[in-house]
């Protein structure tokens, strides 16, 4: 995977985070309003709406999940490219002691 690869991938993830996040509040939203409506008027063509809105915000976020773990660790979870040499002093070669 190339440098460029990398960055596309990465943005590519935090889009779907943020994606991700707006499709839960509409699952929080259409549940609620789902709930609430079979408690007033049960069968009615509100209840329905919202429950078919549900579903659609389900089956958007079960699929942005899928994605991002497609994707694979980001962040945090990659190895780190800078490593540290242990028993160096972090001086500069012309730096006297």
């Known amino acids: 995977m190339t440098h460029t690869d990398d960055t596309r991938a990465a943005g590519a993830a935090r889009q779907l985070r943020r994606i991700r996040a707006f ?8 549940t609620a309003s789902s709930v609430w409506t079979m408690g007033d008027s049960p069968g009615s063509r509100p209840m329905w ?5 549900l579903a ?21 979870a ?3 490219r800078h490593v ?14």
């Open 23 to 30: 499709y839960a509040a509409g699952v929080v939203l259409w």
């Open 49 to 53: 709406t919202s429950l078919l809105l």
């Open 78 to 80: 990659r190895p780190s």
């Open 84 to 97: 540290t040499l242990s028993g160096r002093s972090g001086r500069h070669a012309m730096s006297k002691p």
């Open 56 to 76: 659609v915000f389900t089956g958007l976020l079960l699929m942005a999940c899928r994605w991002l773990r497609r994707l694979g660790p980001t962040g945090s």
